[in-house]
């Protein structure tokens, strides 16, 4: 089997993976299915937004968590927003976590909240290197000359 075969097989069963273990679901299909040969970066230049807005967004529900007086409406802001980039891009975990998470900001449940937003970045952490483990596949398969597989 050449190089470009096993690259392509790799994707292949990296991609199920992360659709069978939840990180991802339908609508980063969908995010793929708009990517073409006139945008070919597309889905990279789309999660590389939702990278450093989630980095943006970590950083303030810490901040907001750890005030004083915790302005649970902010801290709410923060989740739902999270909540929909994630969900945008198809993490499914991380979105996930987010509906608990503000399910706990609508109780005031300090503790629970804390708990969230550790959960929240574990599972953005997981879903960035495995995405980033996806975009790095998709390299090698082009530099070795081959096609990144649609997947179905």
Not at 78 to 93: D, E, L, N, Y
């Given at each position: 089997m050449d190089t470009v075969s096993q690259?392509?097989?790799?994707?292949?069963?990296?991609?199920?993976s992360l659709y069978r273990e939840g990180y991802l679901d339908d609508q980063f299909?969908?995010?793929?299915?708009?990517?073409?040969?006139?945008?070919?970066?597309?889905?990279?230049?789309?999660?590389?937004?939702?990278?450093?807005?989630?980095?943006?967004?970590?950083?303030?529900?810490?901040?907001?968590?750890?005030?004083?007086?915790?302005?649970?409406?902010?801290?709410?802001?923060?989740?739902?927003?999270?909540?929909g980039s994630s969900s945008s891009i198809g993490a499914q975990r991380v979105k996930n976590v987010c509906v608990v998470f503000r399910n706990y900001c609508d109780e005031k449940n300090l503790d629970g909240c804390v708990v969230c937003l550790q959960q929240a970045k574990n599972e953005y952490i997981l879903v960035r290197n495995k995405l980033e483990t996806l975009f790095n596949l998709e390299q090698q398969i082009l530099q070795a000359g081959g096609s990144v597989p649609m997947m179905v």
């Amino acid at each position: 089997m050449d190089t470009v075969s096993q690259l392509q097989r790799q994707f292949v069963e990296y991609t199920t993976s992360l659709y069978r273990e939840g990180y991802l679901d339908d609508q980063f299909t969908q995010l793929q299915k708009l990517q073409d040969e006139s945008n070919p970066d597309f889905v990279v230049e789309v999660v590389s937004l939702f990278f450093e807005d989630s980095e943006k967004l970590l950083n303030n529900l810490t901040t907001a968590l750890h005030q004083e007086n915790i302005d649970y409406k902010q801290v709410d802001a923060h989740v739902h927003q999270f909540k929909g980039s994630s969900s945008s891009i198809g993490a499914q975990r991380v979105k996930n976590v987010c509906v608990v998470f503000r399910n706990y900001c609508d109780e005031k449940n300090l503790d629970g909240c804390v708990v969230c937003l550790q959960q929240a970045k574990n599972e953005y952490i997981l879903v960035r290197n495995k995405l980033e483990t996806l975009f790095n596949l998709e390299q090698q398969i082009l530099q070795a000359g081959g096609s990144v597989p649609m997947m179905v």
